[in-house]
C-alpha cells in the first residue's frame, strides 16, 4: 500500500510507544477531474446562413457552433417546418413535420428519420398510423383512404402481404 495512503499516529503506553496507522482513502480519480456537465440550452432564434430558421433551445458546441438540444422549431426557406425535440442538432425525440405539399408527419424520430411510433398524412388526406423504420413504414399499422376505409397488417417499406380490409357498416 503506498504511503500516502497512510499516517502515523505515535502515542505512549507503560510499555513503550505504539504506533497506529490511520487509512486514508485516495481521492478517486474522478474527483480529481470535475465531471463536465453541459451548459443548460439557451433559448434564441438562430437564422442560418441559406436562410432557414431556428426558435427554440440550443447549446454552444465545444467549437463555438450551435446544436439544437431540447425543443424548438426549424423551419426551411423551402417552406418545411419540425416542431419538437432535438438532440445532438437532430431532430430526435416526438416531433411534427409539415412538408411543403401538405404532408404531415407526427411521431417518434430518431437521428433525423421517422422511427417509431408515428402517423404519415399525404396531401389528399389518406393516412398511414403505426410503426416507422428509418424512414419506411415497418411493422405493425394502419392505412386509411380518402374515402375512410382502413387496412389494417403488417408493412413492409411498399409491400404489404396480408392486410385485412376492415368494413365499417353504417
Known amino acids: 500500500m503506498p504511503a500516502e495512503n497512510m499516517t502515523a499516529n505515535e502515542s505512549q503506553s507503560k510499555g513503550g510507544k505504539a504506533v497506529t496507522f490511520d487509512l486514508i482513502p485516495r481521492p478517486d480519480k474522478k474527483d480529481k477531474k470535475k ?3 453541459p451548459p443548460p440550452p439557451t433559448k434564441g432564434v438562430y437564422i442560418f446562413p441559406n436562410g432557414d430558421k431556428y426558435d427554440g433551445e440550443y447549446q454552444h ?9 431540447g425543443y424548438g422549431v426549424h423551419t426551411t426557406t423551402e417552406g418545411a417546418v419540425y416542431e419538437g425535440e432535438w ?4 431532430m430526435n425525440g416526438r416531433g411534427k ?5 401538405g404532408a404531415l408527419y407526427e411521431g417518434e424520430f430518431v437521428n433525423n428519420q421517422f422511427h417509431g411510433q408515428g402517423k404519415y398524412t399525404w396531401k389528399n388526406n ?44 353504417n
Open 35 to 37: 465531471e463536465e456537465v
Open 61 to 69: 458546441g465545444s467549437d463555438g457552433s450551435l446544436e439544437r438540444n
Open 87 to 90: 438532440k445532438g442538432d437532430k
Open 97 to 101: 413535420l409539415a412538408h411543403p405539399s
Open 126 to 169: 389518406s393516412f398511414y398510423e403505426g410503426q416507422f423504420k428509418e424512414n419506411k413504414m415497418e411493422g405493425t399499422g394502419q392505412f386509411t383512404d380518402t374515402e375512410g376505409q382502413m387496412w389494417t397488417g403488417t408493412f413492409r417499406y411498399k409491400a404489404a402481404p396480408g392486410l385485412r380490409f376492415e368494413l365499417k357498416m
